[in-house]
């Protein structure tokens, strides 16, 4: 499996996060964790199947992933996969939508942009010349789309704090912090995020113990750490948030 990152251009740097290039001539399955961020993901190569709540379905060429609650099991076909991951709050300059609208759902492209869009897109990315191609073709079509974009400062401010807390914070707080209503907080951050602020500090919370966990650091310790109250506690909702126990989860060869 040959496994390649990318990064933005200097104009898109708020938007989109990085850029990724899988391929492999081999069959193999792996784990998508929920994330904080939206993505569109390209199969330039091959087919991938989906599966989830015991259904297999047959997944978009061009598609687009909201931020959900559990993982997903993807099966690959040998091929090669294309994905652009946006910043938190870059997707909201791009979709058009409240993105709240696409939380936990897996849609193709056409379906946000319209079929001509949606085949143009396509058309760009399959004709592209390797990654370097597939990425100035991307972001050919993100600069065409953020003439206007007016970030929403309080929901970003809202991301920052909850990330510099490692997701232990509470959204009363965090409201009086910025300065807005619980509710305003909550219907802003779930239009420009896609989910709300409780869902985003959990992800956050979870996404630090992998992180340190994959840096060597002990898991009772980390789950300490991340506000769990005991191991029970912890066992349960990295199960609920990963789909298996963590144990299982650390031993699997293909996590990304």
């Known amino acids: ?3 390649g990152r990318g990064i933005p251009s200097e104009g898109l740097r708020g938007v989109v996060k990085q850029y990724l290039d899988i391929s492999t001539e081999v069959e193999f399955s792996n784990s998508l964790l929920p994330d904080t961020r939206l993505t569109v993901a390209f199969r330039y190569r091959g087919q ?3 599966g989830e709540s015991g259904v297999v379905l047959a997944m978009p060429r061009l598609a687009i992933s909201g931020i959900r609650e559990t993982a997903r099991k993807v099966v690959h076909s040998p091929g090669g996969l294309f994905i652009t991951q946006f910043t938190e709050l870059g997707a909201a300059a791009v979709f058009g939508l409240p993105l709240h609208e696409l939380r936990g759902s897996l849609v193709g492209f056409d379906s946000v942009f319209g079929a001509v869009i949606g085949r143009e897109l396509e058309d760009r990315l399959s004709e592209a010349d390797g990654v370097g191609g597939r990425i100035r073709a991307m972001e050919g079509f993100l600069a065409s789309r953020l003439a206007g974009w007016d970030q929403d400062g309080e929901a970003a401010l ?3 704090k909850i990330q510099a807390a490692r997701g232990q914070l509470r959204v009363r707080e965090l409201a009086r912090e910025i300065g807005l209503s619980q509710s305003a ?3 802003r ?4 995020v896609g989910t709300s602020p409780k869902h985003f500090a959990s992800l956050v919370r979870m996404q630090y113990v ?5 840096r060597g650091k002990n898991l009772g310790d980390l789950a300490q750490e991340a506000g769990f109250y005991d191991q029970a506690h912890f066992a349960h ?3 609920a948030f990963a789909g298996e126990p963590a144990e299982s989860y650390f031993q699997s060869a293909h996590r990304w």
């Open 1 to 3: 499996m040959e496994f």
């Open 189 to 192: 951050f779930r239009q420009a």
């Open 48 to 50: 991938g199947w989906m």
């Open 185 to 187: 907080l909550e219907r």
């Open 158 to 160: 809202a991301v920052e």
């Open 237 to 239: 909702a990295f199960k």
């Open 210 to 214: 992998i992180d340190q966990h994959d």
